[in-house]
């Protein structure tokens, strides 16, 4: 069983700064990487960033390339996404999820992911 809980989410202005933190308790060998995912109010959960853990390779969504960054501590178990020039449009509940290393779904799909957070609120003000 594997536990997650995300911290770090609050307001702030446009243009400014945050880090999200995703700490893993219990992982187990079958998670072969982290991903981000959040949800605006009215709208589907989407994609944000993925890191595997062994490799420490990433990706991200388009609409946050360039501006989020997504790392691991191995030793620690946590992954953080640290989010600048942040925009009213990512205003969202972000979640931190655990991918199973045995699913075929892409890196994007949510049914790659066994394992979510409770989620943290991200509310950026204009």
């Known amino acids: 069983q594997v536990q997650l809980r995300e911290s770090g989410g609050g307001l702030v202005q446009a243009g400014g700064s945050l880090r999200l933190s995703c700490a893993a308790s219990?992982?187990?060998?079958?998670?072969?990487?982290m991903g981000w995912f959040r949800q605006a109010p009215g709208k589907e959960r989407e994609f944000v960033a993925y890191?595997?853990?062994?490799?420490?390779?990433?990706s991200y969504a388009d609409s946050v390339k360039g501006r989020f960054t997504i790392s691991r501590d191995n030793a620690e178990n946590t992954v953080d996404l640290r989010m600048n020039s942040l925009e009213p449009e990512d205003t969202a509940v972000y979640y931190c999820?655990?991918?199973?290393?045995?699913?075929?779904?892409?890196?994007?799909?949510?049914?790659?992911?066994?394992?979510w957070g409770q989620g943290t609120q991200v509310t950026v003000s204009s």
């Open positions: 219990g992982r187990s060998f079958s998670s072969y990487g």
């Open positions: 890191i595997t853990w062994s490799t420490g390779y990433s």
């Open positions: 999820a655990s991918r199973n290393r045995y699913s075929s779904a892409s890196n994007y799909r949510e049914s790659a992911y066994d394992y």
